[in-house]
Structures are given as structure tokens and as C-alpha cells.
């Protein structure tokens, strides 16, 4: 895809010594977000999926639009799309949104798209935006899961101004109080390195054993591990207790945004509290890195007692998060016939692989611990 200049904005590949650039306006920008870093495009490329970063710019060179946009191949020809958490750019302004809808569709065009998927970072919901975006040709895309779409449609975020003590004074009491019951009972946490994403590896299988959900194989998080750790984008944190491995927690930051990417605790001292301590420590990292949000990531569309997933909310909101609730997934069609067989087939498709990465997930968790050295020592593919 060449670039082309459109008026006052014009929209290119980015360059591989444009990471640096690509990634500080990522980070700089409200709606950043790590899935929209250089850097997670390198972990996401490979086997299944190929990234190719775009950077607007305006007649003085100055960025003001960036995303990273992941094809992937499908089994009977032609690609699709996919923009998670993107693009980032300012949706109410329509010479950049023109100019990367164009740059979308001549992607699309060069890597013979069905579609391309787009996952606005805009919360709440702004019906300006809807229309812009329909004015451009997109459509909404399937609602899927109990999440509402491949990221989750709605997040609890934890607002971080005032510091670690204005965000403890703001917790639930009980929450308070089990942060420093944690303390009292001599959990402590520290900062895991890579090897010990083995250990944090074997907890969360316990985790999902324990709560009924699927998780990764640990190929892949040694690979996150790999991608995000030169750029100090990603922090292990272990909580223990008398030499024993409690809890677990995975933090991603970029810029002014934390996330808490995933955790895990153990099935034993659970009056020990250590997934609060895991909490609170990430929450402290966060804030002395800058941040002004902690992003404890998705939780269900029904935030009522007994949906799918409402236990998690439980413990997630007595950080006393604010629920924010994204733009939702939209498809901008680029070949009209398949896109509509798409919509009558990806059900199937998607469920599929979801089977699949299930299988593979079960079979990655009976290998024998004398495997895992090997997978230290390095992993290369896809995710």
C-alpha cells in the first residue's frame, strides 16, 4: 500500500525505525492503548496473523493518527482486518478520519479483505462518532460472547488521581480491609522475572481449573513476556507467604494507561488475601509510573447476580472502579457478496477456533514439567 496524500492529511505505512514515533503517539493520546503499540503487533505477527502499521500526518509532519491493523488469512482465500482498541486518532475530526478510512481500504484492496474490523477506543459510546463512522460505510459486527465482542465491550477502570492513598481511601471498606489483612497475615509481593512466568504459568491453570474458563498455553505469555518487556511495557508480580506462591498478576502500561492484563491465585491460604495484595501492588506501580487510569479489563454486558462472569465483577468493584463502556465493534465491508456469507459463517468460524485453542490449551497443561525448561529458553511463532 502506497502512501497517498489526501488534502491536509495524508496516511502511510510506518517504518520499522518509526516505532519509536508510532508508539509515543499511541501512549500520548487519551484512547491509547497497548493493543495498539508497535510492540504487541510483534508479538500478534506471525503464524496466523500479519501487522501492518499506519501513521497519519498532517501538512506540517505532525502524527495524528496511528493503527496497528492485523490481517489474517482465511482457509478459503482473501483476509480480514481486525484494529483492536483502534485506530487511534480523534473520531470527531473528518479529515483524519477520511484520510485512515482510505488508508483502510487500500490495505483492505492489497491483502484481498472480506472486511475490516474496527474496535473504536471512544467511551461512552458518542452517537457522533455512530454516524460518522456509518456516513464512511462501516456497520455494526456481531455482539458476541458474554463480553460483547473480542475485547471486551465493557471495562471497570480505576482512576488513579490523588495517588495510592486517595485510591485506598476510595475502595470499599471491606476491600480496605482485606488489602491490609493481606499485610497483617505476611503476604508480600514482588517483581517476577521471565523464567518465573512458569510458576505464574502453573497458578493460573489452578485458576481456570478452579473458576471453569480457558486460558493460554504458556508459549504465548512467554512470548508477551519477550515482545513487551524491552520497552518496560509489563511487570510479573508474585505474591507470597512463607516461601509459598499465592497469587499472581500480569500489569501492562503505556503512557498514561495500566492494565490489569491477567491473574491467578492459589486453591491454598486463600484467609491470606494475596490477590488483594497482588491488587494494591500493581495499583502502586501504576501510579509510580505516571498513570492516571488502571484498566482491570473487561466484565459482563449483565452486571447482575449470577450472569456469566459476575464474581469477578464482585472482587473488581470494590476498587470502586467506573464502569466505562466502549463504541463497540464495527465492520466496514469491502467486498459486499462474501462479507454478507461471512456473517452467516463467522459464528461457526470463530466458535471453531475457540474449540480448537481449547484443545490445545488442555493438551499444553497435561505436558510433563520436564518440557517447560525447554520452552524457557525461548519460543518463536504466533499467539
Aim: charged share 25%; aromatic share 8%; glycine share 10%.
Amino acid at each position: 500500500m502506497s502512501a497517498t496524500v489526501e488534502g491536509p492529511v495524508w496516511v502511510r505505512r510506518a517504518r520499522a525505525d518509526e516505532a519509536r514515533v508510532f508508539d509515543e503517539f499511541v501512549a500520548q493520546h487519551p484512547a491509547g492503548s497497548v493493543l495498539q503499540s508497535w510492540e504487541w503487533g510483534e508479538l500478534r505477527g506471525g503464524q496466523h496473523w500479519t501487522a501492518h502499521r499506519l501513521l497519519a500526518r498532517d501538512t506540517r509532519g505532525a502524527v495524528c493518527g496511528a493503527a496497528s491493523v492485523l490481517s489474517r488469512r482465511l482457509p478459503l482465500g482473501g483476509s480480514v482486518l481486525y484494529l483492536p482498541r483502534g485506530p487511534v486518532l480523534d473520531f470527531r475530526e473528518p479529515l483524519v478520519l477520511d484520510a485512515m478510512v482510505s488508508a483502510l481500504r487500500r490495505l483492505g484492496a492489497a491483502e484481498r479483505a472480506l472486511l475490516c474490523k474496527i474496535d473504536p477506543p471512544v467511551t461512552p459510546p458518542d452517537p457522533l462518532v455512530a454516524r460518522a463512522l456509518r456516513a464512511r460505510g462501516f456497520v455494526v459486527g456481531h455482539r458476541r460472547g458474554h463480553f460483547g465482542g473480542l475485547q471486551p465491550r465493557f471495562n471497570v477502570i480505576v482512576p488513579l488521581e490523588g495517588g495510592p492513598q486517595a485510591v485506598l481511601d476510595r475502595c470499599h471498606t471491606k476491600t480496605r480491609y482485606n488489602i491490609r489483612l493481606a499485610a497483617r497475615r505476611g503476604v508480600s509481593v514482588r517483581l517476577g522475572r521471565r523464567d518465573e512466568m512458569v510458576d505464574f504459568h502453573r497458578l493460573l491453570m489452578t485458576t481456570c481449573e478452579r473458576d471453569g474458563f480457558a486460558e493460554r498455553a504458556l508459549p504465548y505469555f512467554l512470548r508477551v513476556w519477550d515482545a513487551l518487556a524491552p520497552a518496560g511495557m509489563i511487570e510479573l508480580h508474585l505474591a507470597e507467604r512463607d516461601g509459598a506462591l499465592l497469587a499472581g498478576g500480569v500489569l501492562f502500561t503505556l503512557g498514561r494507561h495500566a492494565v490489569y492484563a491477567y491473574g491467578a491465585s492459589s486453591n491454598e491460604q486463600r484467609d491470606a488475601m494475596a490477590p488483594y495484595a497482588i491488587q494494591w501492588s500493581m495499583l502502586n506501580s501504576a501510579c509510580a509510573r505516571g498513570c492516571s487510569l488502571y484498566d482491570m479489563t473487561g466484565v459482563p454486558k449483565q452486571l447482575v447476580e449470577g450472569a456469566p462472569g459476575y464474581g469477578l465483577y464482585r472482587f473488581k468493584r470494590g476498587f470502586w472502579p467506573e464502569v466505562a463502556e466502549f463504541q463497540g465493534e464495527l465492520d466496514l465491508p469491502l467486498e459486499p457478496v462474501l462479507y454478507r456469507l461471512w456473517n452467516v459463517a463467522e459464528p461457526s468460524w470463530w466458535g471453531g477456533q475457540v474449540w480448537v485453542r481449547r484443545q490445545v490449551r488442555r493438551l499444553e497443561g497435561l505436558k510433563r514439567i520436564a518440557e517447560v525448561p525447554a520452552a524457557i529458553q525461548g519460543v518463536a511463532g504466533a499467539p
